[in-house]
């Protein structure tokens, strides 16, 4: 048991409590973030002259080597220590004595861990971000490729109309382009440095706050030391964005395990993303699609867990926010594994174009075309409507699509068809002639593909 503290005890803790308290199997992932704001801390120490500039150099000199040799694997971080910060002032004081002693003052590991966490996120968020560009950019690749790409479009998994695969993979490219927008978002609101916080209530030090905050990168200092170092907004705000980044992942890995199915044979997983079965030979298995969207349950847990946790906490620090750590390491490294797993599954699945164009033909998704039609001759919308679904019943008894009926066919239910009534059914005229702003046109989708390139590399 290596702690930083016990002075006013006068029995060693029970090893059950320490194993029970200690954070350091977890709070370890952040020792180099630990490092950082140790060094802006002394660095700013110095600079109102509450260390001398030798106490400084001596322990930046000292934190560096530490940083060094755990990442050179020279030096390992063992559960002897309490937390990550125990480890790292007690290694500091090995390495280069009583001036090390000094490195905490006028901090708090509340106002400590408070930098730590948002440091670490701060950076998870990035990458986040960074992720979110790639599954943008293979979105984009699709959509580009494919505005000419017909298939149905469904509503209630009942084919409805017809739309192309560039305008399926666009609506996704919404939603992750709002999932970045989030990220921005959090990364805005976070970016301010809890440092120089203490426990709770400032320090008696003449700290400069903004000069810290300015060597970490922060827009500058909170605002409130009490709010500093029981803030645990910015986590729940991140939860919330990745448990809506993995809700699109489900949702679209649902949609490829349908697309995948024997009955719909839309797409093909590459073999280097599916798996097979251990007795059934013929199997390909989606286990990919099926974990991402079998994860999304961990994160929306997270979520529902850090803000039953904070609920019922009293200002300022409680142990309880201890919990943040574990939740929203395990939710980052869950949402990131799928966002990287999804998008190379995504980049290598071959589209089945002609099966998709096949299914949008025998599915009645021209029925609203061939009414719109009628209302274009001057009948009343209403009528239309129940006229094309005598037709939709014949054609279901004599399992003909609307495009096979002959002349007479069409005649015999209602007299105002006219020869052009194939063409104005056709997939083609069907979806080109959808071009308002967003509809799945050729024209109207590639004003949008020009707006979102312009988004994602201008
Ligand atoms: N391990 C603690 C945490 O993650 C660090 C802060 C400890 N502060 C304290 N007063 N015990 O929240």
């Known amino acids: 048991m290596a702690q930083l503290w016990g002075g006013r005890f006068t ?4 090893q059950l409590v320490y194993n029970f308290n200690a954070s350091i199997s977890f709070d370890k992932r952040f020792y180099e973030q630990d490092i950082r704001g140790s060094i802006a801390h002394v660095t700013m120490l110095a600079k109102q002259g509450i260390l001398t500039e030798e106490e400084k150099k001596q322990i930046i000199d000292g934190l560096n080597g530490i940083r060094e040799d755990v990442e050179n ?3 390992e971080i063992t559960d002897k220590y309490e937390d990550i910060h125990s480890f790292v002032e007690a290694n500091l004081i090995d390495r280069i004595g009583d001036a090390g002693k000094k490195l905490h003052t006028g901090r708090s590991r509340n106002d400590q861990v408070a930098l730590d966490m948002r440091l670490y996120t701060r950076d998870e968020v990035l990458e986040l971000d960074s992720l979110l560009k790639e599954i943008l950019e293979v979105l984009l690749k699709l959509m580009k490729e494919n505005v000419e790409t017909y298939m149905p479009g469904f509503t209630h998994l009942q084919k409805a109309q017809p739309i192309t695969l560039a305008h399926h993979m666009g609506a996704y490219f919404e939603m992750f382009r709002r999932d970045r927008l989030r990220m921005k978002d959090i990364y805005k609101r976070m970016n301010y440095c809890p440092l120089g916080a203490g426990a709770l209530a400032g320090t008696t030090y003449p ?3 903004e000069y810290t ?3 970490l990168g922060f827009d500058g200092p909170t ?3 009490m709010d500093s170092v029981s803030d645990r907004d910015y986590l729940i705000e991140l939860l919330s964005a990745m448990s809506t980044i993995m809700m699109h992942l489900s949702r679209f890995s649902e949609e490829v395990i349908i697309w995948n199915s024997n009955e719909y044979q839309f797409v093909e997983i590459d073999d280097a993303y599916s798996t097979g079965s251990s007795i059934m030979p013929q199997k390909k298995n989606p286990d990919i699609a099926e974990l991402v969207r079998g994860k999304t349950g961990r994160v929306y847990g997270a979520l529902m867990s850090l803000l039953t946790t904070m609920k019922g906490i009293p200002l300022a620090y409680n142990k309880d926010m201890q919990e943040d750590k574990e939740l929203v390491f395990d939710a980052i490294d869950t949402t990131k594994g799928c966002l990287a797993l999804f998008t190379g599954m995504l980049r290598t699945m071959k589209f089945n174009d002609a099966r998709m164009e096949e299914s949008a033909k025998h599915g009645f998704t021209n029925a609203t075309d061939a009414a719109d039609y009628l209302v274009n001759h001057g009948m009343p919308f209403r009528d239309a409507h129940g006229i094309v679904g005598q037709l939709v019943l014949y054609g ?3 399992k003909k699509a609307l495009d ?6 069409f005649k015999a239910i209602s007299p105002v068809f ?7 059914i056709s997939m083609k005229t069907c979806v080109e002639m959808r071009n308002t702003i967003g509809a799945p046109g050729k024209a109207a989708m590639e004003k949008v593909i020009a707006l979102e390139e312009e988004y994602l590399y201008l």
């Open 223 to 225: 605002l409130n030391s």
């Open 418 to 424: 006219e020869e052009d009534i194939y063409d104005a």
């Open 213 to 215: 905050a300015e060597l």
């Open 73 to 75: 694997g020279k030096l």
């Open 207 to 209: 700290l400069d706050r």
């Open 11 to 14: 029995k060693e803790t029970d």
């Open 404 to 409: 096979d009926f002959t002349m007479e066919e």
């Open 396 to 398: 279901i008894e004599h």
